[in-house]
């Protein structure tokens, strides 16, 4: 039996094209004019005005976060449920994660968390500079509760909606209404490039500097001439080309993806233990992934059993992310009268390379942890495979 991935790339043939054109005119490249199609159309596509392309997700939210003037001794909220490209880049720029944990109603950034941790820090004459909600396995955060609560409070919010693509947040799209948006085209994502990311927003000043920095920082000279550090992060004109033919189909997968939840869920949602990724009523998730609970009383085995007995069929899952407040690399402290913080605030990184890292709640997605298991969400699973799968959960189960 062939290997079914988790979610594997799905070209559609016009990529070949964009590549060819781009061969043609011997733009192999870093920049390029398919990386200018790509932001453009990109950008349209999305409803934002303004989009730079980048060598991944986790550049984009780099950047975002150096514009904002995230430094060291600063402090960003992010959540702990999430891809650790989420929060790396707020340590790369020495500043210091807070871990919110997960509305069991989204499984995103809990805005009530986030609320009682904003009065606390501003009581404390000490606001977070920037907050970085993720968009988690294409389902968007609750935007509307969490900008109201950075906007009292004067923060930038930087969407990392690296997952959910062709998700919309009430009448609008993922990642619209922040000061900025950083999407993934990594080989999983819901479309690819191979590798690759974009930043997008409606200030056009802040797209310019994010192009500025990501192309080394140079003036514009003749010569290489610069006056700061920047990034050697921008997106290859090939690389682009690849994303100008993925664009084109992005509504089908977006269609495709949820067809497969669907179906997963019309066929396993009665089985008794296993529960779905709740949908939000204020939006509709790309459902990048389908995910489901696993609840091991109720259907006789755990998570990772079913992961196990999809694999031994050459089937591949995936426990759902594990929160970053339990990641080895952090050390976790949960107040600031605690001894670590006492100890040294404004050094994150200590001297065995872990990190320090407030955490806000936790337990929600310790259980999703527990519990979650993706499932194959790839846009080219057929029904056949689909039944496949399904039956293979259902014969863990103790009802089998
Ligand atoms: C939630 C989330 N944030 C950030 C990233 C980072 O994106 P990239 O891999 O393109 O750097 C990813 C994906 O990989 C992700 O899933």
């Known amino acids: 039996m062939n290997r079914i991935f988790l979610s594997p790339p799905h070209m559609n043939g016009e990529e070949l094209l964009f590549i060819n054109e781009a061969f043609k005119s011997n733009y192999i490249a870093p920049l390029g004019p398919m990386v200018d199609a790509f932001e453009y159309e990109f950008a349209s596509k999305i409803g934002l005005s303004h989009a730079v392309a980048v060598s991944s997700g986790t550049a984009a939210i780099h950047l975002a976060l150096r514009i904002l003037g995230v430094g060291y001794g600063d402090e960003v909220f992010a959540s702990t449920m999430t891809f650790i490209g ?6 790369f720029q020495g500043a210091r994660p807070v871990l919110i944990d997960a509305d069991p109603q989204t499984w ?10 904003f009065e606390c820090c501003a009581a404390n ?112 004109n090939i690389v682009a080309a690849i994303g100008r ?7 089908d997968r977006v269609q495709k993806k949820r067809e497969i939840f669907r179906y997963y869920s019309d066929k396993l949602n009665d089985v008794p233990g296993i529960e779905f990724m709740p949908e939000a009523p204020y939006g509709r998730p790309n459902r990048w992934l389908t995910v489901i609970l696993i609840t091991p009383d109720e259907f006789g085995a755990d ?25 080895p690399v952090f050390q ?7 001894e670590s913080e006492t100890k040294d605030f404004y050094n994150s990184t200590l001297t065995d390379g872990k990190v320090l890292c407030r ?39 103790k009802n089998s």
Not at 86 to 91: K, L, Q
Not at 332 to 338: D, F, G, I, K, R
């Open 108 to 117: 995103n950034m809990d805005p009530n968390l986030l609320s009682i941790e």
């Open 332 to 338: 976790t402290y949960e107040n600031e009268s605690s």
């Open 359 to 397: 955490v806000v709640g936790g337990k929600v997605a310790e259980d999703l942890f527990e519990r979650g298991l993706c499932l194959p969400s790839g846009t080219q699973l057929t029904t056949e495979d689909l039944d496949r799968i399904i039956s293979i959960i259902i014969s863990c189960s």
């Open 125 to 236: 004459s000490r606001l977070p500079k920037a907050v970085v909600p993720t968009d988690l396995y294409g389902q968007c955060a609750d935007y509307e509760r969490i900008f109201e609560c950075c906007k009292k409070y004067d923060v930038p919010v930087v969407i990392d909606a690296a997952e959910a693509l062709g998700a919309r947040y009430n009448g609008g799209s993922a990642g619209a209404g922040a000061q900025a948006a950083a999407f993934s085209f990594n080989g999983n994502k819901i479309i690819t490039t191979s590798g690759g990311g974009i930043l997008a927003s409606d200030d056009k000043a802040f797209i310019d500097r994010a192009r500025h920095l990501s192309q080394q920082a140079r003036e514009p000279f003749p010569h290489y001439e610069h006056t700061e550090i920047g990034y050697n992060y921008r997106m290859s």
């Open 245 to 251: 033919g993925q664009l084109r189909v992005l509504d």
């Open 86 to 91: 989420s929060v790396s880049p707020i340590v």
């Open 303 to 327: 998570r990772e059993k079913v992961r196990l007995a999809l694999e031994a069929e050459n089937i591949e899952s995936r426990p759902v992310w594990k929160p970053l407040h339990l990641q």
